[in-house]
């Protein structure tokens, strides 16, 4: 029945597009862009099996376009007028000079829905308030001590008896699914000082990041629909939302879980077990009081599920396309080893081709594609555009990461040394330029983290592993609001023996 319900919704679907289809063609260029092409980029959003790339196809538009392309005629389709831009300043003016304009919006806050009432979905006062307090916690001393030892104590004591175990057996395992179980288990003991223990040689499946997963890619179908179209769609209970509702029940039943044998572990008076002597971030900055007194269960239940949606799915995706790329590159895999041989794995801060090596995955392949912002007055963009309240203005972070104007003529190419001064330092770049963590006032809240997080775990098994990745495995992006890889990264671990 529910199959019928949906081949009679997506043939509906389907003429009503081939009829807008004809009056696409009949009309003119979009800002020299033929329909065409803006035709085929949406298509392969709605049906992302079609061999297509549509990122890619992105920025080539945006290049064409000089950066910016106001899509009137797609409001019959999403509701909303959406303008489509690539340029920094326009990126600037968005994301800071006139922030106050450009709140994330209610659509989105529906979107995301299932992380709750957090700081991703708030906007303006409850925005500030939000921020402030998890601000609080993610710059303070003992929060950097804590994560840090975490991390640490998670990769000698989880992630290395597992590459051993898969090195011994020559298993072909999904690198993707290690990286994922390792932060997600960082994420949990960071939070609740709790260790769910995904990451195992038994290979646990792991539903928590399965849900997460089908929910932010229930979260990009919305945000490519009508809505009234998904929300016909959740009523019916078909497709990405019937997944949904499902990742929705297993998140609230996986934090149940954790957060009793939490409790139970406090009444014990075990939870200094291995290596965690601390109770999470809230206890630990004595941030915990106030939050713990104010908030309600739900309240708790949002903000533990934000953070870790924040950690993980960024971080582990990062991760994975990082080991993906320097397979591809063995040159760049040599300087890695012998930067991490020349100092020592785990003094972190002195690793600069191993922090541009990731900047690069992160240019290249960032784990948020796009910004969304609504626009809540009229407005004149620095490129000359001028747009209506309520126009959605999409940052196209992953197209801008591919375009000559900002990166030069190499800039589909990996190279890592473009992250490196004349002086062996970081190059800075502006955050309207590469917004990867985004900018301006919610700029991410981890990027120190995530970096000690990824270079920590990316060092550790440069330096102890060989990674060889399986012959022809397909390297293609999800069609989701975070750019995992659809089919994983099977690859085997060699020990080198060091
Ligand atoms: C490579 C890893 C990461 C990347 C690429 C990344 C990227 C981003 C981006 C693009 C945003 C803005 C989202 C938007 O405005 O729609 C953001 C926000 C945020 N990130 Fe990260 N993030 C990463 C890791 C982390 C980690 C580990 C944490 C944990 C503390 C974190 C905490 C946050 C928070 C709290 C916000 C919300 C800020 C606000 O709205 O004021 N992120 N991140």
Not at 77 to 106: M, R
Request: net charge positive; glycine share 6%.
């Amino acid at each position: 029945m529910d199959s019928f319900i949906y081949s009679i919704l997506i043939i509906s679907i389907l003429v009503f597009i081939i009829i807008r289809l004809i009056l696409f063609f009949a009309s003119k260029s979009c800002n020299g862009v033929p329909q065409k092409r803006l035709l085929l980029a949406m298509l392969s959003l709605l049906f992302p099996n079609l061999d297509v790339s549509v990122h890619d196809r992105t920025a080539e538009m945006l290049e064409r376009s000089k950066g910016t392309i106001h899509i009137h005629q797609y409001s019959w389709f999403t509701g909303t007028k959406v303008l489509l831009t690539s340029d920094p300043a326009n990126v600037c003016h968005v994301l800071s000079t006139n922030f106050s304009n450009y709140p994330k919006g209610s659509k989105w806050r529906e979107h995301v829905d299932v992380l709750g009432d957090t700081l991703f979905s708030a906007d303006f006062k409850e925005w500030e308030k939000e921020r402030k307090t998890v601000r609080s916690f993610t710059s303070h001393h003992k929060f950097h001590q804590a994560t840090t030892k975490i991390v640490w104590d998670r990769i000698q004591t989880g992630l290395i008896p597992v590459l051993q175990h898969a090195s011994k057996l020559a298993l072909l395992v999904d690198l993707q699914d290690l990286f994922q179980k390792l932060i997600l288990d960082i994420a949990w003991m960071t939070s609740i000082g709790y260790n769910p223990n995904f990451l195992g040689i038994e290979f646990r499946k792991d539903p928590f990041s399965v849900a997460l997963e089908d929910a932010c890619e229930a979260a990009f179908s919305r945000f490519l629909m009508p809505h009234s179209l998904w929300k016909l769609h959740r009523w019916l209970g078909i497709g990405k939302e019937k997944k949904l509702k499902h990742a929705w029940q297993t998140i609230d039943r996986v934090f149940a879980d954790c957060i009793s044998k939490k409790q139970e572990e406090s009444a014990k008076g075990e939870d200094h077990q291995e290596g965690c002597n601390f109770e999470g971030v809230y206890c630990v900055t004595g941030e915990d009081k106030a939050f713990r007194s104010a908030a309600t269960r739900k309240g708790l239940r949002d903000n533990i599920v934000s953070f870790i949606f924040a950690t993980q799915d960024t971080t582990s995706s990062v991760l994975t396309w990082f080991f993906y790329s320097v397979a591809k590159h063995p040159s760049v895999q040599a300087k890695i080893r012998d930067e991490i041989f020349k100092n020592n794995p785990q003094e972190l801060n002195k690793l600069v081709y191993l922090h541009a090596a990731l900047c690069e995955t992160l240019r290249l392949f960032p784990p948020g594609p796009v910004l969304s912002r609504i626009a809540v007055e009229p407005d004149t963009l620095p490129s000359g555009h001028r747009i209506n309240g309520n126009t959605n203005v999409v940052i196209a972070v992953h197209a801008m990461g591919r375009m000559t104007s900002i990166w030069g003529d190499d800039c589909h190419e990996f190279k890592p040394e473009r992250w490196i001064t004349a002086q062996g330092e970081i190059t800075r770049v502006s955050h309207y330029q590469f917004p990867a963590f985004s900018a301006g006032p919610r700029i991410c809240l981890g990027k120190e983290l995530a970096f000690m997080m990824m270079k920590a775990t990316a060092a550790t098994i440069i330096y102890n592993y060989d990674i060889e990745i399986q012959e022809d495995h397909p390297a293609e992006p999800k069609s989701s609001v975070v750019f995992h890889m659809k089919h994983g990264l099977m690859a085997r671990i060699n020990s080198r023996g060091t």
